[in-house]
């Protein structure tokens, strides 16, 4: 979609990340992406998420502070923009603290 097509022409990407509950999240340079029409705030392990409002790459792995049970859920919608190859992996970034700084790189 638009969205990854805009986030993979910035990579790479280096930022500190912050953690809210079982999420990790990190900006990236200013852009001028859109919400899509298929924006969500629910998302499947594996979904990874730009959110606009924030201006960053969400990464959830399990609940978050407003997610009703086990669901992975954002605080407002974002564009669903890549999959994890591995996503039961995604469950290792709970050892990442607030300010550790992630890259991300051209596959």
Avoid: C
């Amino acid at each position: 979609n638009q969205t990854g097509k805009k986030i993979y022409s910035m990579l790479p990407i280096k930022s500190r990340i912050q953690t809210w509950g079982k999420e990790i999240y990190f900006n990236i340079p200013k852009n001028d992406i859109l919400i899509e029409k298929d924006a969500k705030e629910v998302f499947e392990l594996g979904e990874i998420a730009y959110w606009n409002d924030g201006n960053a790459i969400a990464i959830g792995f399990g609940p978050t502070p407003v997610s009703k049970n086990t669901e992975i859920r954002l605080i407002s919608k974002a564009n669903h923009w890549a999959n994890a190859k591995k996503p039961t992996e995604l469950k290792k970034l709970e050892a990442f603290k607030n300010g550790e700084i992630i890259e991300v790189l051209k596959d």
